[in-house]
């Protein structure tokens, strides 16, 4: 009698949570009620990797800051573009969020990309995170006219990672500005360039900082420049390439948007707790664990601009390198 | 260096329990296809936040030696490669398991394991400074002549016919080559579909060569004859069976620590070579693939060797020495610390943590396997039509579960379609495999070589590391040939 009694109640409070679920389905619709599911985060890249880990680390605090749940869904594949057509066949309400680089950026100027630069509106930027141009530390090469004078009598062993990434092309455009000539050498990922560095293999490379910091640091490596607009907080002495006279600033940016047409309202929102997300010292100490500024923090607006700019020199870059059409 | 001292560092009940829990967790990841260590650690790294550093890198540390044991028990029990690094230890683990014998094959997967991991250990706190600048010495060209090296044992890795061997070798390549080219950025064989821009994924083609195409192979068997249950199948390895195959585990654990500390290469390459120097080696060639124990042995010392040599370089250095170790220098960074010779020098007291923390790791999953084995090696007394179909769900969960691509599913079929037929005309999966994982390594080195050698090929040979690699491959070839004519030459004198 008794489990009759017990397995009654247990139908009853099924059927009951059941009910309060379908009441949440049906108010998804309303856009003030944002966020009114878990929001996902779309990656094109393997876990454990930069963005991977940039993304889980904004997650955190912003479960707190929106009251809601957050997760990622990785899409690998074509340099970003699985995970952009994978957004695009999302409803435009806010839930499905970007997570985007120059690498999307640089495969949409390619062109017959699922999105196009007009698609999305940017959120909020995470990291920047300028390109270092290192050589060994033993090299010949003492100052970034070193370098240049060199490459025009034989061309440069430049390494970088692979080829139509943002560091060949940062490579191609360093030595047109230059006036000097590069061969360059494609490696899978940061740690394979730096070890080919320090052993002599190759003569300088494109990295990231904190990808050739410990090297830097323990005397095995020396920097030549930076390319940016201005000197980077954690290289005061470094010259830019912009003072030098070239024109040349390339980074590696991270930041998320999400698809035009999604009401400002929830883009209010989503900027709002991405941006408290990152101003908690759980992501700013992994920025600086990263050897990053806390000004790679950025809002809408900003991201947004720079995003259509970064594309627009990108799709510059690539037509005149015979790259793109 | 007073090694000793530091033990307390991980003796308080939290640390136990981390490490406990993670290397556990670890050994559970490792055995289903599909889930690998590295993956738990990056979905694991922002929840370690909230945990002392050197405790987080400890616990990633352990889950990793935890994880690539755990792959061996799925190859073993029931053909399935929990990671790649157990591959090779299917060769032989498999054959086992079917002859009554997984009990004696998940014990020495264990008791190998340990003594390779524990190996690597030593020569990780004692010589990681030194040893990690082996990383500097080799770049593209001197991968290319390794690679070559590897591949000269194409035609002998399985007992099968040396050009059926071949055959399997050169398919493995081709599937190596599809996807977009290093160098110059085009993309090959991939037909428009997204999924195989960045090359086919090694899992679903490994679950898919072995585990489905056993599938397979059961299905085509009839059920007249019912297997007669064997309880033998629990039990552990003599000591005796230890003993013999004590060379294998140490020269395989010698072989694991160098290639793991090499930032391109790791278990993977380790095991594979592990297990053909054991074969080459051995008084028992014939049995290689049929059931040999030192088929066992030599893989799995091998590639838990390559864990403890993966971290020379990423402590060392702050190169990662493998995927896995790529992520644990993520969790590096989330606490804001570094690797690098600074570990060495300034926080001894993090390396001596994540030292213990790996032993201890090594010991719990000796622990646990051993006690397991007698436990696990049930499922191989499992009637195969039960057993089967399970395995086939998990076949499909395994190659999803990657990338949640049904494209990784597609491969994996198309894989055990093919490995079916190919058993049946007397090929052996090894080569294949061989061929997919050092594939890509020789294609890309060498364009990276021809680029820094300014196209002169000849330049190869000016390169000390080469020059040896280059004279191995030479001996492993023609060692046969060269001792008959002088055996030949005394004959007739």
């Known amino acids: 009698m008794i489990k009759k009694i017990q397995s009654i109640f247990l139908c009853f409070a099924l059927v009951v949570t059941s009910l309060v679920g379908m009441g949440q389905v049906t108010t998804v619709a309303i856009a003030a009620d944002f966020p009114s599911k878990p929001i996902e985060v779309v990656t094109h890249a393997g876990l454990g990797g930069g963005t991977d880990t940039t993304a889980r680390m904004l997650l955190i605090r912003t479960r707190k800051n929106l009251k809601n749940n957050a997760y990622i869904t990785p899409k690998k594949g074509d340099s970003g573009n699985k995970a952009m057509a994978y957004v695009k066949s999302k409803p435009k309400d806010g839930h499905t969020v970007l997570a985007i680089t120059p690498t999307h950026l640089f495969r949409m100027a390619r062109g017959e990309a699922a999105l196009t630069i007009d698609d999305f509106v940017g959120v909020a930027r995470t990291t920047v995170d300028p390109i270092v141009i290192f050589v060994n530390a033993k090299s010949p090469y003492k100052t970034i006219e070193d370098l240049i004078k060199a490459g025009n009598k034989k061309p440069i062993k430049y390494g970088g990672t692979n080829v139509g990434s943002v560091d060949h092309i940062s490579g191609l455009i360093f030595a047109r500005e230059a006036k000097t000539k590069i061969a360059f050498v494609p490696f899978e990922g940061g740690g394979a360039i730096m070890t080919s560095l320090v052993g002599n293999q190759i003569e300088a490379a494109g990295l990231n900082l904190d990808e050739g910091k410990d090297q830097l640091d323990a005397g095995e490596l020396r920097v030549l420049a930076v390319m940016a607009d201005q000197r980077m907080a954690a290289l005061p002495d470094t010259p830019t390439l912009k003072e030098k006279g070239i024109n040349a600033s390339f980074a590696t940016v991270r930041g998320v948007v999400v698809l035009k047409g999604t009401p400002q309202s929830a883009i209010d929102k989503l900027e709002k707790g991405f941006l408290k997300a990152m101003k908690h010292p759980v992501y700013q100490n992994y920025l600086q664990g990263a050897g990053l500024d806390s000004s790679s923090v950025a809002g809408s607006k900003a991201w947004d601009t720079e995003i259509k700019s970064i594309y627009k020199e990108a799709r510059a870059a690539l037509v005149s390198l015979g790259l793109a059409k | ?493």
């Not at chain 2, 020789?442 to 390169?463: G, H, W, Y």
Request: aromatic share 12%; glycine share 12%.
């Open chain 2, 1 to 493: 260096m007073d090694i000793f001292s530091n033990i307390s560092l991980i003796l308080d009940a939290k640390t136990l329990a981390l490490i406990l829990g993670s290397t556990i967790t670890g050994v559970l990841i490792g055995a289903l296809p599909g889930l690998s260590s590295g993956m738990a650690i990056a979905l694991l790294l922002p929840f370690t936040i909230y945990l002392e550093p050197s405790q987080a890198i400890a616990a990633m540390a352990a889950l990793y030696c935890g994880g690539t044991f755990g792959g061996s028990i799925t190859a073993i029990l029931i053909n399935a490669p929990g990671a790649p690094p157990a591959a090779a230890t299917a060769f032989d683990g498999f054959p086992m398991a079917q002859k009554g014998q997984a009990g004696k094959a998940l014990g020495m997967a264990a008791v190998s394991s340990v003594v390779g991991g524990v190996i690597s250990l030593m020569v990780l706190i004692t010589f990681a400074p030194t040893l990690a600048r082996i990383a500097y010495k080799f770049g593209p060209p001197e991968y290319f002549a390794l690679a070559i090296f590897g591949l000269s044992m194409l035609a002998s890795i399985s007992s099968k016919s040396p050009v059926k061997n071949l055959i399997g070798g050169l398919i493995g390549l081709f599937v190596a080559t599809i996807g977009v080219h290093l160098t110059t950025g085009i993309s090959r064989f991939t037909f428009g579909v997204d999924e195989l821009f960045e090359g086919i994924s090694f899992v679903p083609v490994l679950i898919g060569l072995f585990a489905m195409s056993e599938i397979l192979v059961q299905a085509s068997k009839s059920e007249l004859f019912l297997e007669r249950i064997k309880f033998s199948a629990i039990k552990l390895p003599s000591i005796n069976e230890f003993k013999s195959c004590g060379k294998s585990i140490l020269r395989s654990s010698g072989i694991g620590t160098f290639i793991g500390i090499l930032p391109a290469e790791g278990g993977t390459v380790s095991a594979m070579i592990g297990y053909n120097e054991a074969r080459r080696w051995s008084k028992n060639k014939e049995n290689f693939g049929k059931g040999e124990i030192e088929g066992v042995a030599a893989p799995e010392s091998a590639n838990n060797a390559a864990t403890g040599g993966a971290m020379i370089p990423t402590l060392a250095l702050g190169i990662p020495g493998s995927a896995t170790t790529a992520v644990i220098l993520g969790g590096f960074q989330i606490h804001g610390l570094r690797a690098g010779p600074y570990l060495f020098e300034q926080q001894p007291d993090l390396l001596y943590t994540i030292f213990y923390g790996m032993l201890l790791a090594n010991f719990i999953f000796l622990i646990f396997g051993l006690m397991g084995a007698k436990i696990f090696s049930r499922i191989s007394l499992i009637p195969r039509g039960y057993l089967w179909p399970s395995v086939f769900v998990f076949c499909l969960v395994g190659s999803y579960g990657l990338s949640q691509s049904m494209v990784d599913v597609y491969i994996m079929l198309i894989s055990g379609v093919m490995g079916f037929f190919l058993r049946r005309y007397g090929f052996s999966p090894a080569p294949i495999i061989m061929g997919i994982v050092l594939g890509e390594l020789v294609e890309n080195s060498l364009a990276q070589s021809i680029i820094i050698f300014d196209q002169n090929i000849f330049m190869f040979f000016t390169r000390p590391i080469c020059l040896l690699f280059f004279g191995l491959t030479f001996l492993s070839l023609f060692y046969r040939p060269i001792k008959n004519l002088i055996m030949k030459g005394k004959k007739d004198e």
